[in-house]
């Protein structure tokens, strides 16, 4: 095996996350031409070919996807001694979040809040994502850490010898309306006809634990479908101007519930219990991932 450069690792890594050459190389500055011979030499150095470009996009070989671990390892290392070798350089390594966009605006500010008074020496950012997106950006390692709702009740599982997760805590997914002055539903599940519903587009999660719940609970309702978001608090926004019903994670409204602007207007069997779930990947194998992952274990205990 030959002397590998780190820049070549880095140029692995740009490929595996872009799965396109000419994406890949202008993230590294480089023409497509020198970029595509770096990696073509770092197959040679390894002895192996890491990519297939027979099909597009183009993907990771099994032998580039045995060495992408070990690549991203090595990476964080030298980044790592680098650190302690130059304290005084003001840098921090980056942690990333992904987070479902009503926990972004919740929960993650609190999480985020409570690990740096445990563990400053990082910096953090965070993406609000639908959790399809958050699970494969997890799966490519572009993010470090998945906050995401999870429905017990879903088909949906993650392999938690990859992913484990922990879980920090429940909420519930609630059907909601306005008030009116005198604090009563305007609109009333299981009674009215034609209730106005506020929905999820297809793809959200919250989308398809509600659309799972109203298949699986008896009892018909009457709802007619006037509007569609991926996003909760853009549902909760209508809800507030009165538009309709919408079920909506209890830990986005609370202030809301508490004030009586808005109020649950069903039974008990059309709420969805939703724990929150932070996951993370194995392959990611950043020191400070790592000591975060303990202390968050510590703190909810790992599952």
């Not at 450069?5 to 020198?34: C, G, I, N, Y």
């Not at 192996?48 to 390892?73: C, I």
């Not at 990082?122 to 906050?147: P, Q, S, Y």
């Not at 793809?203 to 008896?218: D, N, P, T």
């Amino acid at each position: 095996m030959h002397n590998i450069e780190t820049k070549w690792l880095e140029d692995f890594l740009a490929l595996a996350k872009t799965q396109s050459f000419s994406q890949a190389a202008r993230l590294r500055h480089v023409t497509q031409p020198a970029f595509s011979r770096r990696i073509k030499t770092l197959e040679q150095s390894v002895g192996a070919q890491l990519f297939e470009r027979d099909v597009q996009p183009v993907r990771l070989s099994d032998a580039g996807q045995q060495f992408l671990p070990t690549a991203r390892k090595v990476l964080a290392q030298l980044q790592a001694a680098v650190r302690q070798l130059s304290p005084s350089g003001g840098y921090l390594p980056r942690i990333n979040f992904c987070a479902a966009h009503a926990l972004t605006f919740t929960l993650m500010p609190e999480l985020v809040r409570w690990i740096r008074q445990q563990e400053s020496g990082f910096m953090v950012r965070t993406e609000a994502a639908n959790v399809d997106v958050g699970l494969n950006a997890l799966r490519k390692g572009e993010c470090d850490f998945l906050l995401a709702f999870h429905d017990p009740q879903s088909w949906i599982r993650l392999d938690e010898t990859l992913f484990p997760h922990c879980q920090l805590g429940w909420t519930r997914l609630m059907p909601v309306c306005k008030a009116t002055r005198h604090g009563q539903a305007i609109y009333r599940l299981g009674v009215d006809q034609d209730v106005p519903y506020l929905a999820y587009t297809s793809e959200a999660m919250l989308g398809q634990a509600v659309r799972e719940r109203l298949r699986s609970q008896l009892g018909d309702l009457s709802l007619k479908k006037v509007y569609e978001t991926a996003m909760a608090q853009g549902l909760k926004q209508m809800v507030l101007a009165g538009e309709g019903v919408a079920w909506l994670p209890e830990v986005t409204i609370q202030q809301e519930l508490e004030s009586g602007a808005i109020v649950p207007c069903g039974a008990e069997q059309w709420v969805v219990p939703l724990a929150i779930c932070l996951y993370r990947s194995v392959s990611d194998e950043k020191p400070m991932v790592d000591r975060l992952w303990q202390l968050i274990g510590e703190r909810y205990g790992a599952v």
